[in-house]
């Protein structure tokens, strides 16, 4: 490089991270306005906590015990200690409570959402910075507490934009899982941790493959061989028919998983909680479509203490090329009573539920969900001369004094090029306020939403389109009248 050629580094953003424009934003924003309205009325108090955590206060308690605390993105503050940028919610949570627990109405419910950041290895549909929503009740540990957190988790996702069904939280309990271990004769925590891994691919693999990691292990399509769990036949067998227990209902489900296991302490335990989390459910008005005992639920091996539950989107959705694809999970929890007595040395019950913002946004736009405002673009005036731009700009102050969002087109282009303008950004209309107009006090306004609906060849809302025209001159006095009719009609 020679003094003449000044240094011009490369555009470019960081691998796992990603420019979000008005769209992602918007739905991202339509989906916590409506979700954070839900939580405030079930009692839950909003909290924001810092971006940065002393590295310590996360220490390895993360939701993937495989994650190792070089997982977070860290520096050193000038007197040596290591921060953190907040790997999720929850942590930040632990840490505010036992720090101010002695002041905190307890239980303490509060919900949270904000950026996280995790430094791993990014993919499809992996980032390294994301937004999460948390909600969680700290300090009680009865079990209609995680019944609550399951139904604000149901209620959350339909506030968001999920019709009713489309969405289940499966539910199951860490004690049954242990009680299973115990009836299928574990031995030692590897052989545990195996088992339960097998368990949580049961979707995958199904219970052909499942069974041959649950014994000696498996070779998959590769040729690569996964060690399995070392199981007896009658260990898996035990395994096996806990994890197809799931029934018509919630109450079949405990009952088929007594059969598999009753008779362990812990195991009976896990049933009596799920039992009352049943009757609290059925209390909140939450359907057996919306909640579900599943025995193949696995989360968290080493976080979770009691229930844990997982969110699934059975909507069915498409990718950008049309072709069908199954999104899965979109958020989950559990009970996790351990967490803050890392600070204080004494346990305290907690238990909440979590999801991706981004995620379930994507999830609603690939199931034809996406809220009309994610992609409306504020009312575009066009502007002809230099000598009428005071005219322009009392209608644009006008439109939105009336609540309606509006510019003036303030490039150097033509008129064909501006209309270009206001279709890219999703304008539902644009006004035109020529010489002619200005001196007859009319304006002419163009429908761009009908256009738009037009070029999709679509056949439905007849009577709308027919009572619309694409395009009118009407009095100045009428302007707002007439727009706000274009934005009633059907997204």
């Given amino acids: 490089m020679t003094a003449e050629t000044p240094f011009r580094p490369e555009a470019r953003a960081p691998r796992g991270f990603q420019d979000r424009r008005a769209r992602d934003l918007r739905a991202e924003r339509s989906i916590l306005e409506a979700v954070g309205k839900v939580y405030e009325s079930y009692g839950f108090e909003p909290l924001d906590t810092p971006a940065f955590e002393y590295a310590d206060a996360l220490g390895k308690f993360l939701p993937d015990a495989d994650r190792p605390n070089e997982g977070v993105f860290a520096l050193q503050d000038d007197d040596e200690q290591w921060m953190a940028l907040r790997y999720d919610l929850t942590a930040p949570l632990a840490r505010f409570a036992a720090e101010t627990w002695e002041t905190l109405p307890k239980p303490f419910r509060r919900y949270a959402f904000g950026t996280v950041w995790r430094n791993e290895k990014p993919g499809p549909g992996r980032f390294r910075e994301f937004t999460q929503c948390d909600a969680d009740t700290v300090g009680s540990a009865r079990p209609e507490a995680d019944a609550e957190i399951i139904a604000l988790a149901v209620a959350g996702l339909e506030a968001a934009g999920l019709p009713t069904g489309a969405a289940v939280v499966k539910i199951n309990n860490r004690k049954l899982l242990n009680g299973l271990l115990t009836a299928a004769g574990v031995q030692s925590n590897g052989q545990k941790l195996a088992v339960l891994r097998a368990v949580d691919k049961l979707d995958r693999l199904g219970p052909e493959g499942v069974q041959l990691l649950l014994g000696e292990?498996?070779?998959?399509?590769?040729?690569?061989?996964t060690k399995g769990a070392g199981l007896s036949a009658k260990g898996i067998d035990a395994v096996l028919g806990f994890t197809v227990a799931a029934g018509a209902d919630r109450a079949t489900t405990l009952a088929n998983i007594a059969r598999v296991i009753g008779g362990s302490e812990e195991g009976d335990a896990g049933l009596l909680e799920l039992s009352r989390i049943d009757a609290a459910l059925k209390g909140l008005g939450v359907s057996e479509a919306q909640a579900k005992f599943d025995p193949s639920v696995v989360r968290g091996l080493e976080y979770y203490t009691g229930p844990v539950f997982e969110a699934e989107l059975l909507l069915q959705t498409t990718d950008d090329k049309g072709r069908p694809q199954s999104f899965g999970s979109i958020g989950g929890g559990g009970r996790y009573d351990d967490l803050v007595a890392r600070f204080t040395g004494e346990s305290v019950p907690a238990t909440g539920f979590s999801f991706g913002v981004s995620r379930l946004a994507a999830a609603l736009r690939a199931a034809g969900r996406e809220t009309a405002q994610a992609s409306r673009g504020p009312v575009v005036i066009i502007a002809f001369t230099e000598a009428d731009m005071a005219h322009y700009f009392s209608v644009a102050g006008e439109l939105r004094a009336a609540g309606i969002a509006a510019e003036v087109y303030l490039g150097g282009s033509g008129m064909k090029a501006q209309m270009k303008y206001a279709d890219r950004r999703g304008a539902p209309a644009a006004v035109m306020l020529g010489g002619d107009e200005i001196a007859a006090g009319t304006v002419t306004i163009k429908d761009l939403d009908l256009g738009r609906e037009l070029s999709t060849g679509a056949q439905d809302?007849?009577?709308?389109?027919?009572?619309?025209?694409?395009?009118?001159?009407?009095p100045r006095a009428d302007l707002v009248a007439f727009v706000k009719r274009i934005l009633g009609g059907p997204q």
Avoid: L
């Avoid at 292990?217 to 061989?225: A, C, I, N, T, Y």
């Avoid at 809302?461 to 009407?474: C, D, F, I, L, M």
């Fill in 461 to 474: 809302n007849a009577a709308w389109k027919s009572e619309r025209p694409g395009q009118a001159t009407v």
């Fill in 217 to 225: 292990g498996r070779k998959d399509e590769s040729g690569d061989f």
